[in-house]
């Protein structure tokens, strides 16, 4: 019996004197530059005091030794393997959405960004390598600053881990004014048939582009009645069997052209200031019919 009684407290004295332990999560996985938290090692209840050999800033597994002190301020070491993940892409702010310059404007496809950065890393610089991947951003345009036209402006950033992120914004790039005066002179003429940048156009009232009134002229000294005169015809040098030939072919060419800023159609007329049955174009036109055949 003595030696039953002997057996036991020898155990309870050792169990009593033993190591105390936690027990760690497996796969363990902590986000780049995050501080470590005891929660994230293990769901005892106990506090981290310290860890060693731990890189927040390192992607990658890493193999730390981490301190707890449990309740009863106990001091509890313990090696753990985890991994350092980084999952969020940089961050790019733009000033504007849609940036809007006339022609023949200096422009800077730099100047409409307001910041590139990573959330840990910080600001990430402009780069001019066309192959990087990692640790900056890139520009990217198609914009022509001479040409009337839509562009896109294209922002492609890589951290340090090579996390893309990418944002683009538009450019209108306008007519320049000369352009735009002539554009709204030419729209405010009184049924002169001019196209509208979007492609609309005015039909004349009458036959002779403009009013009811027919254009005043200077007669030639020789009437030569059914002969185009050849100051009727645009400077289009063409001429149509209808209306609506003229119309088409006006507004097909105005939409092919970067240069047109509307087209006007009219009938012609002989030598003896007679109507005929004719059509012609004129584009870019500014000024009054009735000078077509003087």
Partial sequence: ??????????????????????????????????????EDLTDEKVTLKEVKSFDAKKAGEQKVTAIFVNEKDKEIEAEITLEVKDTKKPVIKLKKEKVEITAGDKFDAASNIESVKDPVDGDLKKSEDKKLTK???????DVNAKKAGSYTVKVTAYDVNGNKAESSYKVTVKKKPQEQASTQNNN??????????????????????????????????????????????????KVFNSEQEAIEYGKKVDAESTNTVGF????????????????????????????FLE
């Fill in 1 to 38: 019996m003595k030696k039953i009684i002997g057996s036991v407290l020898l155990c309870v004295l050792l169990c009593a004197c033993g190591k105390a332990s936690v027990e760690v999560k497996e796969g363990i996985v902590i986000e780049y530059g995050a501080e470590l938290k005891a």
């Fill in 135 to 141: 640790n900056g951003y890139l520009i990217t345009s």
């Fill in 188 to 237: 405010q003429s009184s049924g002169n048939g001019y196209t509208s940048n979007q492609g609309s156009y005015n039909r004349p009232s009458t036959g002779n582009t403009g009013s009811n009134k027919k254009p005043t002229q200077s007669k030639p000294q020789t009437c030569k009645a059914g002969v185009i005169h050849p100051n009727a015809i645009g400077n289009s040098g």
């Fill in 264 to 291: 006007a159609y009219s009938q012609v007329f002989d030598y003896c200031d007679n109507t005929l049955d004719k059509w012609t174009v004129s584009f870019n036109y500014v000024g009054d019919y009735d000078d």
